[in-house]
């Protein structure tokens, strides 16, 4: 039932021998779930994936917030596809436990700010505010938290302007944040993918379409290929 979703760069891999394989991280295997597998099916098996290599890695050491990190971002992708509210609801504690544990992690921030907006984006406020308890106010400053701990990286401007302009499209500071994102930082490929998202939203919100502006935006949100 939730429109939450994932916010996370990929992790770095240390040097291997040439010819020997890299496996794929949880975080690679969500990412790519999100903005790339354009079948349900299949991504919801990468998202079944990358949470069982999670649970490993918290089996040995229940406190890894990266592998914490992938958990959470997993249960609320299941959640996104399967529109599925004991996930959402799951995700959001878990999201908010990384919070209370760092304050000043930028992406537990973000995923809490996504987590609200996006499910009012998909349910209309009231349905998700009576159906989920998400509410807006309480999105935007978790995202407005994010935007602030990230400094100039485009992952967290880029995100907050989709999520601002697929409420409104009119929103000047999603648009504002669009035009700075597009010429952020990008430490990781997950930054590389929301600049170049943001340099194409930047060009939509010229054109003053509301309409276009919104569409876009949601699409380009993870798992916006899917539709809502």
């Known amino acids: 039932m939730s429109r939450t979703l994932m916010i996370a760069g990929v992790m770095l891999f240390a040097p291997v021998a040439i010819g020997t394989a890299i496996p794929a991280t949880p975080r690679e295997i969500l990412i790519e779930a999100a903005f790339t597998t354009q079948d349900k099916a299949t991504a919801l098996a990468q998202i079944a994936s990358a949470q069982a290599a999670a649970e490993a890695t918290l089996a040995q050491v229940p406190t890894d917030e990266e592998a914490l990190m992938a958990r ?63 509410r807006k106010q309480a999105g935007l ?13 485009a992952l967290f401007r880029g995100l907050a302007a989709l999520l601002r302009l697929s409420l409104d499209p009119r929103d000047p500071l999603g648009a ?20 170049r998202r943001a340099a194409q939203m930047t060009e939509v919100v010229k054109g003053s379409d509301s309409r276009l502006i919104q569409a876009l935006a949601k699409r380009m949100l993870p798992f916006g290929q899917f539709g809502n």
């Open 176 to 195: 504002s944040l669009a035009e700075a994102a597009a010429h952020g930082a990008t430490p990781t490929p997950l930054d590389g993918i929301m600049q």
């Open 141 to 153: 400053d978790a995202i407005n938290r994010a935007v602030a701990l990230g400094g100039d990286r």
């Open 72 to 134: 959470a971002m997993a249960t609320s992708y299941r959640a996104k596809l399967n529109r599925n509210r004991t996930d959402a609801l799951s995700a959001k504690t878990q999201f908010e436990a990384l919070a209370a544990k760092n304050p000043r992690n930028a992406e537990a921030q973000a995923a809490i700010g996504s987590w609200h907006l996006e499910a009012i984006s998909a349910l209309g406020g009231l349905m998700a505010r009576g159906g989920l308890g998400a």
